[in-house]
Structure formats: structure tokens, C-alpha cells
């Protein structure tokens, strides 16, 4: 979903940040085992690391503020395994598997973990030529699609310049939805701080987002 | 607070530690009796990450990128390919970024929709990267939250918050402190921290390594 309280650039009242000194990669067991199976099910290939993240984001909004970071990682996990039919209501209930598993594209042994170790490629060949270059000016677009999106609230209708053209990448709006990669061309489009938050910000403050091309317009 | 559950010393109920120990359990069982999942590539993964995926990758990077200026040139101009080619690094997958705070200008970077970090060379994600806090003020009241990690820049200094709302993934180069000419890679090392490669600390300085 794009509005919900995923998108949180910009909003007030959530306090300090509260570093915690040598903080631990796990604070208890089944952190680690969420990550990992979280990890395993990606390796099958089921779907997207973006639908992923859609299904953190369709997540009730109490439950998305109510749930420490790797809870909502096994709800949003939970929950696609159970809209996708790979594992049934009665299954989670009873703790144990009921009837046997689906055939899957392929499952992660122990052999391929190294795999996983390493960050997938997201750039895409393309015919299509670049619409913007370094220093162009362009507008985000008002976008407010009811689906995934990695355009944030705060900077829709906003000015900026691109600053990097960064190659053809898989479209994350697209993918979410199991629609294929639809590549597009990706910028580092800089805003300043006046632009996004007006004329009390600092004046020695930007902020870039990585946008993708059908995010922008020509400014 | 939204994600203090995570933290152990101030989880909401009290019992949620163990019903989520219980849940995950069962789903882990389920996901192995059916043949999705293979426990003992779990605890593979889990083990990479509490022993061999963390900040020391990225400190040794960065210690290479002060040590030798042509290879921070190579590291600027496509961080996965200066990485990977240098041959003594854990790989790293595409579209890694370097950027260089300069006396001009301190880099920090967040990912306001989600939590995408450049784990490959900072390991996992501290809890307030991923926290509420954290996504919404950084692009905001960037100064506010720098002056929680204890940093505070000259006021001329420029910031620029990188948003990681797409697959590139950003490690920020610090500064290299003051008296550390001739320092080796290995001791250069030492005064990088993992906030200081996200920009949220600095580089610790000679007589704060010699604490530590």
C-alpha cells in the first residue's frame, strides 16, 4: 500500500532516537530464525523481495506501530504464505504441518546459502534512452496509488535536480504485484530542505531520493 | 513507542517474548515438514550474521580508501566494482555507493519506507535505523537526531540525507582523523565505526581508539 504509515519521512511525534550500545545482531532466538526463514522463502523465488515489503506495509496499522521490526517481518511472512495457500489456518493452529507441501521453484540447502550472502542484481537491459541527465530539472509526481510504491509522501509535487543516473532497474510498483520487472531508468533526484519541508528548514539541508523515471515529470 | 518492544529491557507486555518464541517455532516447523525450509541452512544464515556479516567489513574498506587515494577514486566512482576487484573483500552484489563527507559537506543516510541498509558490508541494521524515530526525523530534523548520536557539525557544514528508496545502497566514507599519517590499514581500522559509515557518528579520533 502507498499511504500507510510505512512512509513515515517528515512525521512528528515518535520521540528520540535511542542508540543502544553494542547491540546485539539478534535480542532474542527467534529474531534470527524469522531473518532466516524470511531469507529461505526469498530463495525459492515466490515472490519479490517488493511484495515482500507490500505485505509489511498492508499490514493493520496498529499492528505495523504495535510490532517490534521482526515480528512485522513474521506477520508479513505469515500472512503471504497463508494468502498464497502454501500453508493453511488450521496448519498455524496446530503447530505442526497437516498435509504435505507444495512443489516449490526451488528451496534453499545449505550448499546455497553463500547465495543468499550476496545482494541480488536489480539492473535490467533496456532499448529505452535515459528521459533525464545529471543537473535536469524535474517534479515528482502526485502519485497516490493504491499499491506498492518507493516514491514517499514527502516528496510528491516536489522540485528537485537529478544528481546520478543511476542504470535501468526493476520497477518496484510493478514487481510488487507479481507483474513482472517493467524496468526503469532510476535518478538521484536532490531536493533542498526548503523545497520538501518550506522556508523556516535549513538552508544547508537536501535530501535525495532514489526515483524511479515514471515517478517524474520535467520541471 | 513504536519498536521499543525490540529492545529487551522495554517490551510492551511481557509475554510477548515467548508467544512470539512459540509462533515462530511453529511456523518453522510447519515450513520444514513441508519441505520449504532446510533448518540447517537457517542456522547457517543466522550464524553468517552473528559472526561474519558486520561493520568490520565496511572499516576495513574505508581504512583501504584513506590508506590509498587511488583506490578511494575507484571506490567513489562504483563502490561494487572497487570492492570486488580488490580481491580481498567479502564480495558485494550491485549498486553499492560510496559516499565522502568532506569538511564541506556530512553525508547521512536512511531509509524512511522500509529499513534498507547496506548489510553486505555493516551487517544487520541497528534497532534504531529501523525504528520510527529514526525514519521520520532523519530526513527532517536531520541536526536534532545527529545531536542524539552526540555529533553536532560546524554550521556551515552542508548535510545530505541519502533516502535509500530503491536498491542502491549507500556506505558512507568519514573523514580521517587528524594525527593518523602512516597509520596501517589495520589500525586505521579501528577508529571506523559502523555509525560512522552511516553517517549518524565520525571516525573516532587516536586517543578514543587507544581507550577502547
Sequence with gaps: ??????????????????????????????????????????????????????????????????????????????????????????????????????????????????????????????????????????????????????????????????????????????????????????????????????????????????AFEPYLDPA | MPDSNAHPHDHASGSELSEMEVRVRALETILTEKGYVDPAALDQIVEAFETRIGPRNGARIVARAWADPEFKRRLLADATEAVNSAGCFSRVGSHLIAVENTPQTHNLVVCTLCSCYPWEVLGLPPTWYKSAPYRSRAVIDPKGVLAEFGVTLPPETQIHIWDSTAETRFLVVPMRPAGTEGWSEERLALLITRDSMVGTGLAKAPHEAAAS
Design chain 1, 1 to 210: 500500500m502507498t499511504n500507510s504509515l510505512h512512509d513515515m519521512g517528515g512525521m512528528h511525534g515518535f520521540g528520540r532516537v535511542e542508540p543502544e550500545p553494542d547491540e546485539p545482531p539478534f535480542h532474542q532466538r527467534w529474531e534470527g530464525r524469522v531473518l532466516a526463514m524470511q531469507r529461505a522463502i526469498g530463495f525459492t523465488g515466490l515472490w519479490t523481495i517488493d511484495a515482500g515489503r507490500a505485505a509489511l506495509e498492508a499490514l493493520p496499522p496498529l499492528d505495523y506501530l504495535g510490532s517490534s521490526y521482526y515480528r512485522r517481518w513474521f506477520l508479513g511472512l505469515q500472512n503471504r504464505l497463508l494468502q498464497r495457500g502454501l500453508v493453511d489456518a488450521d496448519e498455524i493452529a496446530a503447530g505442526h504441518s497437516l498435509r504435505a507441501g507444495a512443489a516449490l521453484p526451488r528451496t534453499l540447502t545449505e550448499a546455497d546459502v553463500a547465495k543468499t550472502q550476496t545482494r541480488g542484481e536489480f539492473a535490467r537491459p533496456t532499448n529505452a534512452p535515459a528521459r533525464f541527465k545529471e543537473g535536469d530539472r524535474v517534479r515528482a509526481r502526485n502519485l497516490n496509488p493504491p499499491t506498492h510504491t518507493r516514491l514517499p509522501r514527502y516528496a510528491r509535487g516536489k522540485t528537485g535536480t537529478v544528481e546520478a543516473v543511476r542504470g535501468c532497474h526493476v520497477f518496484p510498483d510493478t514487481a510488487a504485484l507479481g507483474a513482472g520487472d517493467n524496468p526503469q531508468w532510476l535518478y538521484t533526484v536532490v531536493f533542498p530542505a526548503r523545497e520538501l519541508w518550506g522556508p523556516d528548514a535549513d538552508p544547508a539541508i537536501k535530501v535525495s531520493i532514489e
